[in-house]
Nanobody, 120 residues
Framework: VQLVESGGGSVRAGGSLTLTCQVSGATFRMGWFRQPPGSEREFVAAIDWSGGSPDYSDSLKGRFTISRDNTKNTVTLQMAELRPEDTAVYSC?????????????????WGQGTQVTVSS
């Protein structure tokens, strides 16, 4: 499985960005994680490739939306009302296991990451 993220960039606070993960290969569940500067990687959102069982970080629910497009083999993270604290490297991840997990260790495949910078 190969994952390639796109769509990162710089935005002012209150703005929006959409990240896309292009997926090559079959997988069961997809996730987005982020790593703010000087911090540990944290869970953002996840969804089954079938579109079932969407899950969000409690602190991001309502501002971020995860979706997948089976026809394009992509998983998208729509981010709205962005804040400076959303600044991070965002990475797409995938797992073949049938488990709903917020732990990065549960995901076997990772993209290279894309930078999102939110200025005040």
């Amino acid at each position: 499985v190969q994952l390639v993220e796109s769509g990162g960039g710089s935005v002012r606070a209150g703005g929006s960005l959409t990240l896309t993960c292009q997926v090559s290969g079959a997988t069961f569940r997809m996730g987005w994680f982020r790593q703010p500067p000087g911090s540990e990687r944290e869970f953002v959102a996840a969804i089954d490739w079938s579109g079932g069982s969407p899950d969000y970080s409690d602190s991001l629910k309502g501002r971020f939306t995860i979706s997948r497009d089976n026809t394009k083999n992509t998983v998208t993270l729509q981010m709205a009302e962005l804040r400076p604290e959303d600044t991070a490297v965002y990475s797409c991840a995938a797992t073949d296991t049938r488990a709903i997990s917020r732990s990065s260790s549960a995901y076997e495949y990772w993209g290279q990451g894309t930078q999102v910078t939110v200025s005040s």
